[in-house]
T-cell receptor, first 113, second 116 residues
């Protein structure tokens, strides 16, 4: 079975500092990995994905993620955090046969001014 | 750019009542997915449709049913509602049912269902 894990329930970072939100995956075959962000009372917004190719994927709002096959990780990063980045972040893997997304438990990012 | 539309945005029902949630995918998207997100939880897959045919089924109760219509919009019908059905229900759409393409899913704003 395919799954992703987000080991941190919450990440706190000061504005202007770099941020990392961790995600590890467990899949059979090649992983299709995604990051989504959810603001309060809003839907999930697509940030970026890894399908194949370069291990460093760039996405929306200055976010990027690094795919690391040996560590089975897909950590979300941003060089300089903004207060407006405060939200709930979900890592997800796409089921190979049916395309449904399997989400991690989410990480709440809090950026302090 | 057009996004996924869901209606209603909020719905309050009593136990044992019926609810119908509607989803209008992004134009030209032919695949629709339904997810349920309980309070403080991650979204859980319910059911999906591709070209008006059910493509996958997740942890969807037998009390729920769904379909996709000729114009690709989808409806989730929920009967005999229980308190535990209170959640945020998301619809997502994507272009094509082809795992090799890796198309991302775009989510609607969700319908918040409260069962009292």
């Amino acid at each position: 079975a395919q799954s992703v894990a987000q080991p941190e329930d919450q990440v706190n970072v000061a504005e202007g500092n770099p941020l990392t939100v961790k995600c590890t995956y467990s899949v059979s075959g090649n992983p299709y990995l995604f990051w989504y962000v959810q603001y309060p009372n809003r839907g999930l917004q697509f940030l970026l994905k890894y399908i194949t190719g370069d291990n460093l994927v760039k996405g929306s709002y200055g976010f990027e993620a690094e795919f690391n096959k040996s560590q089975t990780s897909f950590h979300l990063k941003k060089p300089s955090a903004l207060v407006s980045d405060s939200a709930l972040y979900f890592c997800a893997v796409r089921d190979w046969s049916t395309d449904k997304l399997i989400f991690g438990t989410g990480t709440r990012l809090q950026v302090f001014p | 750019a057009a996004g996924v539309i869901q209606s209603p945005r909020h719905l309050i029902k009593e136990k044992r009542e019926t609810a119908t949630l509607k989803c209008y995918p992004i134009p030209r998207h032919d695949t629709v997915y339904w997810y349920q997100q309980g309070p403080g939880q991650d979204p859980q897959f319910l059911i999906s449709f591709y070209e008006k045919m059910q493509s996958d089924k997740g942890s969807i109760p037998d009390r729920f049913s769904a379909q996709q219509f000729s114009d690709y919009h989808s409806e989730l019908n929920m009967s005999s509602l229980e308190l535990g059905d209170s959640a945020l229900y998301f619809c997502a759409s994507s272009l094509g049912l082809n795992p090799g393409q890796g198309y991302e899913q775009y989510f609607g704003p969700g319908t918040r269902l409260t069962v009292t």
